[in-house]
């Protein structure tokens, strides 16, 4: 009787599953005959709009804010948009960066489209609600395009002084908000917009910062926005981040160039180290995956390392994705995912490295000479196990470095 009803569930579950797997199937196939239909090239405003649903019509109306006009049937929703979209595209700089800008003036410079490489459905959506651009299948081609009424207002933009410096600067935020995050995971509002300052070297116009970043962030998602503050997409606790910054209050975050943040703000960034590179090298030259997946193992090694796994931890997550031949295999991938973790910025130490707090404990650890003469040789301190650990934690020795 019992072997009747667990397989009786058994089977249930597996008819479940299977009718999950065949919705979201449907989904995916309905969402990209939205996304990719057949489209008309040159095509007006009015019709590229006509092909949108009501509902999403409603969306690009409350990107612009207009209120009051809900109840407005399809047709008339479509002509106010059509008044509405050429004044949003004159501000449109306000917020944009240079990616999403060279992407819309490349499309005007091309008779009003261009080829879609690359383009996520998060990006397809985000345009999708502001009505500027479409996307579709043209002479067998995916392409993205913009109505012919907009392309003389979008090549106007090109030669626009204030544009263009309001773009640099929008793109010089992003990038240094990212980067930030990038090094240090968690950074509380107060602490990002101090910072901030500190690189642009001018006071931040908060209201302009905000909309920008969060404008930003719906079109390419990098990062997070909780009670915490802002935190970088991978990171699991921001809570847990700050509470080991504030754990290390004598420990000045790491010290990191503009250019260093502004390369570490670009998408999907990973800090392609030493150790990062001998660990590639390692999986390559000893295991059955090719660049693509080593790439992919060393940088899950690095976001580990960053989140404050162990090496165990990392490890254990190796051993599950790899086969090992023999013990001297595994004993050598141990040593470069020792090397990898060591030399990687992580954001429980500020963006420092594990290796670099070492050198800061050795010379910490040492006695200072009387004086030039003093010909005594110079011997290291020994540390209790429940004195203050010299890494300026403000906990027990043998509660943290120890």
Known sequence: MNNKTDKKLEDAMLHMIAGVKDFR??????????????????????????????????????????KNVSNLKKDKLIDLLVEEIPHY???????????????????????????????????IRYFRANGLIYTGVHEGEKILAVPSELIEQINALKSNVEARGTIKRNTEWIKLTCGLLY???TLNV????????????????????????HDANDFRKQFYIDEEGFS??????PKKVLQEHNSR????????????????????FVERNKGYAQLVSFL??????????????????????????SPNDVLQYLSRML????????????????????????????????????????????????????????????????????????????????
């Open 25 to 66: 199937k449907q989904e995916e196939e309905k969402q990209y005959k939205k996304y990719w239909s057949e489209i008309k090239v040159p095509f007006s405003l009015k019709e590229g709009l006509g092909k949108y649903t009501k509902y999403e019509l409603d969306e690009i109306r409350k990107t612009f804010q207009i």
């Open 232 to 237: 970088h997409l991978r990171v699991f606790d």
């Open 190 to 213: 107060n602490q990002l917009i101090e910072v901030l300052e500190k690189y642009t070297k001018e006071p931040l116009n908060l209201r302009d910062y905000f909309q920008v970043i």
């Open 284 to 309: 390559t030259e000893n295991f059955k995956i090719d660049k693509a997946a080593a790439y992919q193992l060393a940088e899950e090694c690095v976001y580990a390392t960053k989140n404050g796994d």
């Open 323 to 402: 086969e090992f031949e023999n013990k001297e295999t595994l004993h050598k991938l141990i040593d470069n995912v020792v090397f990898l973790m060591n030399n990687t910025r992580e954001w429980f130490l500020k963006g420092h490295t594990s290796t670099e707090l070492s050198e800061v404990e050795k010379k910490n650890l040492q006695a200072l000479p009387g004086n030039k003469n003093n010909s005594k040789r110079v011997e290291e301190i020994k540390v209790g196990r429940n004195d203050p650990c010299p890494c300026g934690s403000g906990e027990k020795y043998k509660k943290c470095c120890g």
């Open 89 to 123: 595209l004159e501000r449109i700089y306000l917020l944009w960066d240079n990616e999403r800008f060279h992407l819309l003036t490349n499309m005007a410079s091309k008779e009003g489209r261009s080829k879609a490489l690359n383009i996520a459905d998060e990006q």
């Open 249 to 268: 209050k004598s420990l000045p975050f790491y010290p990191l160039t503009k250019d260093q943040l502004l390369t570490a703000g670009e998408y999907k």
């Open 183 to 185: 090094y240090y995971g």
